[in-house]
């Protein structure tokens, strides 16, 4: 009965060698990973997005809540009349 344990004990022991082993050999084979968009370019990507959105907001906000012509907020008379409102204020 003894001699049962003491194989248990190693046979527990070569499964925890074995785990190590697979384990070291997995941290060898860790793959690189090649970006197809490089993070550069996301952040391009992100601001001219960010751009966009706010001049397509502006637009859909002097257009349809201002009554105005949506293509007008483009315009520098436009930017000059709001900022006179801001200050007078």
Do not use: C
């Not at 248990?8 to 090649?34: D, F, G």
């Amino acid at each position: 009965m003894a001699m049962n344990g003491k194989q248990a004990v190693l046979t527990r022991e070569q499964v925890k060698k074995e785990k190590v082993k697979e384990q070291s050999q997995e941290r060898q084979k860790v793959r690189v990973r090649v970006r197809l968009i490089p993070i550069w370019l996301r952040i391009l990507v992100v601001i001219a997005l960010f751009a966009l959105s706010i001049g397509l907001g502006a637009a859909v906000g002097y257009g349809v809540l201002g009554n105005g012509e949506p293509m007008d907020v483009f315009e520098k008379s436009t930017w000059t009349h709001v900022l006179d409102l801001v200050e007078k204020n």
